[in-house]
């Protein structure tokens, strides 16, 4: 899907796994695809992968494995993220470290894909 590769973080490896959770996720919904991914981040940002509605993200041994793959895409960006808000983001789940990272890259680059072709 050409859309999911307007993304800003499209040069890191991390988000060709990350756009497979996607298509594999948006399955799921009803409509042409552009709408399945628009009904499917909508979804995501009123609950969040803390919601369960990644299957890849629910357990932490397999968000831990996730994090191990791909640790220096993802750790960049959360670091990316720490300096354009200009203070660190804090884990208010009280998550591992890893299964926070995972989640909070995962939501990021999702709602970065929402904004660039749905706003």
């Known amino acids: ?16 796994a990350f756009n497979e959770i ?4 948006i399955t ?5 695809r552009r709408e399945k991914l628009k009904s499917f981040f909508l979804d995501l940002q009123q609950g969040g992968c ?3 509605m ?3 993200f629910i357990y932490h041994t397999d968000c831990k494995a996730f994090y191990i793959e791909h640790i220096d895409d993802l750790e960049n960006i959360r670091t990316e993220l720490e300096e354009a808000v ?12 890893y299964t ?6 995962f939501e990021e680059y999702c709602y970065e894909l929402y904004s660039r072709l749905f706003e």
């Open 1 to 16: 899907m050409k859309a999911l590769e307007r993304s800003n973080y499209s040069g890191y490896r991390v988000s060709d």
């Open 22 to 25: 996607i298509l594999k996720s």
């Open 28 to 32: 799921s919904y009803s409509g042409k």
């Open 50 to 52: 803390v919601s369960g």
């Open 54 to 56: 990644i299957s890849e």
């Open 86 to 97: 200009g203070e660190p983001i804090e884990n208010r789940f009280g998550a591992p470290h």
């Open 100 to 105: 926070f990272v995972c989640w909070l890259c």
